[in-house]
């Protein structure tokens, strides 16, 4: 195993993607954002994803120049195009936006539409706690679910994600797929050659399987599909929530991210900010926060949304990441 510090693995990743094809700024956000969710323990969104990205910058599926702007703006919303490039820098610029408008309006959103990957969704909305405020956020993706009652794909695994500020501690960070599971891990498995249970997905004849490469050429199962169609109908508001207002693509009009060719994706993120001192004040959300925590941590157990990945990101910037060493050659090579 390779240990590289968190400064050595970002400009390892911004080397790889700037080869690729990607400006700075893209490059830049990029390997920030995959290195802080590879310190986290989110591989399948970390340091493996730089090669599927400099695959997509050199096949054209992401223009390497493309620069995100504000392209509509009233009040509390703002539109901005990230015009087929990577997804990182459009969405800092998105979120930036939707906490200055919140200051303002109280509430916000911020749409990004002609976009790819989002990532770690959650990771986007950290400036909003940090500037006090609450956030949502929500994406779409290449089509991977059916809808209720169908079989072939049609919705992303379109996560959600949320965060709630606290007072002088890590906020709490709600981080979703409405798949079973993330697509991200049947990638992984598929690489390691690892089966997966049975109720994460379908092969591409409707039929469940535990082979992963057979269920990403299939699609996946949204939460709680085997007793109601809950997770289908929830995939389904995410999905005209980041297309229908923001112009973006649905899933099924766009390419597998897991396929090196096929067409810019087009697809859209949303944010949503809220500033409690709108409301009821923030020293109102802070102490109400803080007597809801205390009650869930009453029972032996209960760990808070985010807390392992504060702590696995507060080891990563002590010791460094540990990873394979082939994924740190390959790292390297393509730097």
């Keep these: 195993m390779a240990v ?20 700075p700024q893209m490059a830049r956000s990029a390997a920030r954002a995959l290195v802080l969710a590879e310190a986290q323990g989110l591989g399948s969104h970390g340091l493996s994803r730089v090669a599927q990205y400099a695959a997509h910058l050199r096949n054209g599926r ?5 620069v995100p702007s504000i392209t509509a703006q009233r009040g509390g919303a703002v539109l901005v195009d990230a015009r087929e490039g990577l997804a990182f820098a ?31 969704l959650v990771d986007h909305l950290r400036a909003a706690a940090a500037a006090g405020m609450v956030g949502l956020g929500f994406t779409n993706s290449p089509a991977a679910m059916p809808a209720a009652g ?26 979703l797929s409405l798949s079973e599971v993330a697509r991200g891990k049947l990638m992984v498995a598929a690489k390691e050659g690892r089966a997966i249970p049975l109720g994460w997905a379908l092969d591409k004849d409707g039929s469940p399987t535990n082979d992963p490469k057979a269920g990403l050429e299939g699609s996946m199962l949204p ?43 087009r697809l859209g ?14 020293g109102v959300f802070l102490d109400r ?11 032996e157990g209960v760990r808070l949304p985010g807390a392992r990945r504060e702590a696995l990101r507060s080891k990563a910037q002590a010791e460094g990441l540990t990873i394979p060493d082939a994924l740190a050659a390959a790292l390297r090579s393509a730097s």
């Design 90 to 120: 459009a969405c800092e610029l998105a979120v930036s936006e939707a906490v200055e408008r919140a200051n303002r309006f109280g509430v916000s959103f911020a749409g990004v539409t002609n976009s790819h990957h989002g990532g770690v």
């Design 289 to 299: 926060v803080e007597v809801l925590v205390a009650e869930m941590l009453k029972d």
């Design 4 to 23: 590289l510090t968190l400064d050595e693995a970002e400009d390892l990743v911004f080397a790889a993607l700037a080869r690729a094809g990607a400006g």
């Design 223 to 265: 939460i709680g599909a085997a007793s109601s169609p809950k997770g289908a109908m929830l995939a389904l508001a995410v999905e005209l929530l980041v297309t229908a207002l923001i112009g973006a693509n649905f899933g099924f009009e766009a390419s597998s991210f897991f396929v090196e060719e096929g067409n810019q994706p």
């Design 269 to 282: 993120q949303a944010f949503i900010v809220i500033d409690p001192g709108a409301l009821a004040g923030a």
């Design 150 to 175: 169908g079989r072939h794909p049609i919705f992303g695994t379109n996560p959600v994600a949320a965060i709630f500020p606290r007072r002088e501690r890590d906020p709490l960070l709600i981080d």
């Design 62 to 66: 992401v223009d390497g120049t493309a």
